[in-house]
């Protein structure tokens, strides 16, 4: 084996110093005797996100190689062992984060980098399953006054049926020459109140398919005991408790591992989703004012509060040893220096 570079050595320590490692089960030595891997992958991965790999900045470089990288090891060997096991479907990954935290972003590259090495994934969100308008209208009038089901986001305002039916034809994707239509959400139909998108419009994914990853804002919620237990969080939330319980037989049954991102505080929600907002505007794109984001945004809060505490200190619905990876984020969407304790 030729001598470690320099370059190389380096990488390796900078590596070895990220917080992540202990989570994701990637030992010091692994790291060093895979660095070529690892900076090939780092390569591959700063071209995706548009960095200059050998001029990245501290943020770009953290991103690479102390998130997105070690994160991406560890759904590798998840993979591994789903194989291992026996299965014979696509591996499902759910991911549990709140809204702005920069999931959408590391479900993207995730699966970019599986691609990219033969190993085919496919992207599905919680919120390509909403209620088509007329649904979401019946909804809200079966709920008059409830203003958490007046508008799409909460439990009840998705299509449990559609959903369970997408994630059971992608997992069943392994043959070449299957495949399976994704179903799309436009949020800008019926002036911003949204709509399915028409099914001629829904991308196609081909088989054979390796990895689905199924990310959103509230999965693997695992619903409050009592009606009162809810009512004491916002008097609108017992009817969404009560919706939320059957998520988990049609959804995060069909969860293989999960990924939950932690936030510090709910609350950066509002500042996540605000610069969201002016990056559209800023881009020639209509977006929301700030009391808009803050009445959107106040609609998902009594649900953090409820859920959240219970997913951070159990995981989600299904969640099982060895096969759940929570990492807690800064204000900043970095990984925190001290990670939380494994759950499951």
């Avoid at 700063?46 to 102390?66: N, T």
């Avoid at 090891?73 to 194989?83: D, I, N, P, T």
């Avoid at 800008?188 to 390796?210: I, K």
């Avoid at 505490?309 to 619905?317: I, K, N, R, S, V």
Wanted: net charge negative; glycine share 10%; with cysteine.
């Amino acid at each position: 084996m030729a001598p470690e570079s320099s370059a190389s050595s380096d990488l390796a320590e900078y590596i070895l110093s990220g917080p992540l490692l202990k989570s994701c089960a990637i030992s010091a030595e692994s790291v060093r005797s895979n660095i070529a891997e690892w900076e090939r992958l780092g390569k591959l991965l700063a071209s995706q996100l548009g960095f200059e790999h050998d001029h990245m900045d501290l943020v770009q470089r953290l991103r690479v190689y102390h998130y997105y990288l070690p994160v991406y090891w560890w759904v590798a060997r998840q993979l591994e062992l789903h194989r291992q096991s026996g299965a014979r479907t696509a591996m499902v990954l759910g991911i549990s984060a709140p809204q702005g935290c920069g999931k959408s972003t590391l479900v993207e590259q995730l699966a970019a980098l599986f691609s990219a090495q033969g190993r085919a994934a496919a992207c599905v969100s919680i919120d390509d399953f909403y209620l088509p308008a007329a649904g979401q209208a019946a909804l809200a009038a079966r709920h008059p006054g409830n203003r958490l089901l007046q508008l799409r986001g909460n439990a009840g305002t998705h299509d449990l049926e559609l959903g369970a039916q997408t994630l059971t034809r992608l997992r069943e994707l392994r043959r070449p020459g299957d495949t399976a239509a994704v179903p799309r959400y436009d949020k800008s139909a019926f002036g911003g109140r949204g709509d399915r998108a028409e099914p001629g419009s829904w991308p196609v994914v081909s088989g054979p398919l390796e990895l689905v990853l199924f990310e959103g804002w509230m999965s693997g919620f695992t619903p409050l005991r009592s009606e009162a237990e809810a009512a004491v969080v916002d008097p609108h939330l017992p009817a969404v408790n009560q919706l939320l319980g059957g998520y988990r037989a049609a959804w995060d049954e069909q969860v293989d591992c999960w990924l939950v991102i932690k936030i510090g505080d709910p609350q950066w929600v509002y500042e996540w989703r605000l610069q969201a907002e002016e990056r559209m505007k800023a881009g020639g794109r209509p977006g929301m004012s700030a009391e808009q984001v803050a009445d959107f945004v106040s609609r998902f809060m009594p649900a953090y509060a409820a859920y959240l505490p219970g997913l951070y200190a159990a995981g989600p619905t299904t969640a099982a040893p060895g096969r759940t990876l929570v990492i807690e984020v800064d204000r900043q969407r970095s990984p925190v220096a001290q990670q939380p304790e494994p759950v499951g």
